[in-house]
């Protein structure tokens, strides 16, 4: 069960919208809604500058109108929440990460 001190996320086409954009270092929960029109995913990657590293939590691919949860453990740095899902934009396979759909999240000592 998330905590109350829980980062809530709401997943649309194409974009998260955070509580927060900062936590303090150690176990983060995160609480993710979609409220699209279409499936997301909620990934955890570490960046940086314009380097990104291996995924630190995912939420897999998920209906619109259902909530899930993640706990994860992280350490003091810059993340970002993406969503990799490829959709046909204009008969071209696009991101939903390359349409905007990611958000900068910071943790703190």
Not at 92 to 101: L, T, V
Request: with cysteine.
């Amino acid at each position: 069960e998330a905590s109350a001190s829980a980062v809530q996320v709401v997943a649309t086409d194409y974009a998260y919208d955070l509580s927060t954009h900062s936590a303090k270092a150690g176990t983060i929960d995160f609480v993710v809604r979609n409220d699209g029109s279409e499936q997301h995913e909620f990934m955890i990657v570490r960046r940086d500058g314009d380097r990104y590293g291996m995924p630190l939590g995912e939420i897999e691919p998920f209906d619109a109108g259902q909530t899930h949860a993640l706990r994860a453990e992280l350490a003091p740095g810059t993340y970002e929440f993406v969503c990799l899902i490829i959709s046909i934009i204009d008969g071209e396979p696009k991101s939903h990460m390359s349409r905007g759909m990611k958000a900068d999240f910071e943790v703190t000592p």
